[in-house]
Every structure is written in structure tokens, then in C-alpha cells.
């Protein structure tokens, strides 16, 4: 849900992760959490309280009226293994897939959040980086060839068409953003060894589709956000 805040709304928002293209809320609810997107160009609400909100940032928005003490980084995590250099929307993806996914044939675990950019990552049962992959998210690349080439231009509805070959040239932009985004998806899998759960801005929509071909996957649009709620219990 993509919302705009206005001046009157009373904001006790308790977590905010700064994306790409996105600033993403939580709300605590009674016993859970509701989740918020708003976009860069909309004004940063006011009256936030800015003394409890818990954050972390991975986009080049500004972030200097956040409270340094208040800022979540990998050593918040318990994860054995995970570089200081890995962003940390990965690491909090990470971090909420091991706490969250009972793996009790202790598989490895593969998490791919399709954002802005697809990451694919993999963790063992234990929380470790194995390693990963990154690729231009679904939107990052229909506006790659809009920008860069003559003739192809940024469709004005998007889905992913049913056909695997199309005669026309959005339909074939489409397919084929889908397909790489799978391709790298199907080629990481293994189901015997993996679990595999999909988050992201892009997850349901993308999801649904990959879900017809395979079957036993998790989607959780908002992983990254519960690794923060996680990181402070």
C-alpha cells in the first residue's frame, strides 16, 4: 500500500527502512505490524516521532534527521557469517528468513527480495552466507530500454503475458523481464537442497506467476521489515 501522510495524521510509526526507490513503514497494531511504502517525492511527514523510530537506510535519501543511536546495522544481527559489506536489507532478509521459516529438514534457505534490484541470496540452516546474485529488478529494466534504446518505450500497463514468444513489443518486453528475473530464479533453486522465499515490492505480482511453475515457495513482501522487528527482540 502506497500511502501520503498528511500534516494532521498522528505518525507513531516504530520502524522505517530507507530503499531505492521507496521509504517503507511499520506500524505495531495490538500484535502485529502493518506495513506502509511511501515514494521519495512526497515531503517527510513532520510531526513523526523521530526519538522511537527504528531504521535502516540502503537509498541515498537523507537520513540526517534520524537519530544515529536509533540506526540498525549488521552487528544487530545474530548471523555467524554475514560481511559488513553485504547491504543490509539483504541482511535483514536473511536475518527474518532464518528466524521465520521452520526448516526442520535444515535445507539451505534462498531469499530473492524483487525490488529495484533482484537480489538472490542464500543462507545454510545455520544463518550463514553461502553467497548471492544481483540483476536489475523488474522495472529497473523496462525503464533501462525505454532510456537507452530508440523504438522501445515503457509500457503503459504492466503484467506478464502468458505467452512465452509475443508479437508485440511491449508484451515482448514484458515476457522477456519476467523470464530473466525467472531464469536466474529457477537456475538458483535447487528443491531438494533450498526453501525458497520470495519478498519484495515485486513479490506477489512476480509470485503468483513463478508459483505455477513452482509449486512450494513462501512469499513474504515485507521479509526485510520483520528482520528489523526481529532485530530488536
Known sequence: MTIKF???DKL?????????????WALRKDN???FFHTLFDQRFPENIHLKQLIWASVGKYPSSKLFKNNEISIKNLTLKIMPDHIGIDRALACFAAHKLIENKYKKNILIVDLGTTVSITKIDNKGNLIGGQLLPGFNTQLK????????LKYPENI????????????????????????????LSF????????LCGGDSKFIGETIRKEI???????????????????
Open 32 to 34: 502485529s505490524y502493518e
Open 144 to 151: 533501462s530500454m525505454d532510456e537507452k534504446t530508440k523504438n
Open 159 to 186: 503484467f506478464i503475458p502468458s505467452n512465452n514468444f509475443e508479437t508485440k513489443t511491449n508484451k515482448a518486453m514484458l515476457r522477456g523481464v519476467y523470464n530473466s528475473i525467472f531464469g536466474a530464479i529457477k
Open 190 to 197: 535447487n528443491p531438494k537442497q533450498d526453501v525458497l522465499i
Open 12 to 24: 507513531k510509526f516504530d520502524y522505517l527502512l530507507i530503499g531505492n526507490s521507496r521509504l517503507h
Open 6 to 8: 498528511s500534516d494532521s
Open 215 to 233: 509449486k512450494n515457495i513462501i512469499i513474504e513482501p515485507n521479509l526485510v521489515m520483520y528482520g528489523m522487528i526481529f532485530s530488536r527482540k
